[in-house]
């Protein structure tokens, strides 16, 4: 069974950073393409960032773009999000998943609040 | 940017009743569309993709059909469990994915 799992969610105050973590099991993670999704309150769903199974190509989001680092550890099954100078239109649920064209299996997310 | 319009906003539904979803791109994104439906409190779940291809588990009361700018998710019968919000998603201008603002399917 594909299991997607984030962690890393909290709080943190304007300018600051966080690190979102996402452990995968049941497949093959090296052989997949994966993606942050995040969700603001109440509102819809927003894609972040994109990197290859390799980790060799990397897209981003204009939104947050210089600010996120996505990455991956194939040999820990991990996938990352390092979030910088976070703002308070960051504030929202980070989901990783899995796929290059469309989501096919998503995580239960993550939370992330931006205040002071 | 693709930007991906949903209507109605909300939906009112008896149980029994067909649904028409309606999504509409700000440019022609081919087939290049998947739908997703999403539960309070949980996760998207992929419904279709490819326009028309459910994905592995989807019952077959939901189908998904057009092609260009204009596409539709009807689901046949709704079924309590058919109550959540769908979003449409287009990845034609791969990989700058974007999603429509949702409809919500509520019960009548």
């Known amino acids: 069974e594909v299991q997607l799992v984030e962690s890393g969610g909290g709080l943190v105050q304007p300018g600051g950073s966080l690190r979102l973590s996402c452990a995968a099991s049941g497949f093959t993670f090296s052989s997949y393409e994966m993606n942050w999704v995040r969700q603001a309150p109440g509102k819809g769903l927003e894609w972040v960032s994109f990197i290859t199974n390799s980790g060799s190509t990397i897209y981003y989001a204009d939104s947050v773009k210089g600010r996120f680092t996505i990455s991956r550890d194939n040999a820990k099954n991990s996938l990352y999000l390092q979030m910088n100078s976070l703002r308070a239109e960051d504030t929202a649920v980070y989901y990783c998943a899995r796929g290059r064209y469309y989501f096919y299996y998503w995580g239960q997310g993550t939370l992330v609040t931006v205040s002071s | 940017e693709i930007v991906m319009t949903q209507s109605p906003a909300t939906l009112s539904v008896s149980p029994g009743e067909r649904a028409t979803l309606s999504c509409r791109a700000s440019q022609s994104v081919s087939t290049n569309l998947a739908w997703y439906q999403q539960k309070p409190g949980q996760a998207p779940r992929l419904l279709i993709y490819g326009a028309s291809t459910r994905a592995t ?48 399917v509520d019960i009548k």
């Open chain 2, 57 to 104: 588990g989807i019952p077959a009361r939901f189908s998904g059909s057009g092609s260009g700018t204009e596409f539709s998710l009807t689901i046949s019968s709704l079924q309590s469990e058919d109550f959540a919000v769908y979003y449409c998603q287009q990845h034609n201008d791969w990989p700058q994915f974007t999603f429509g603002p949702g409809t919500k």
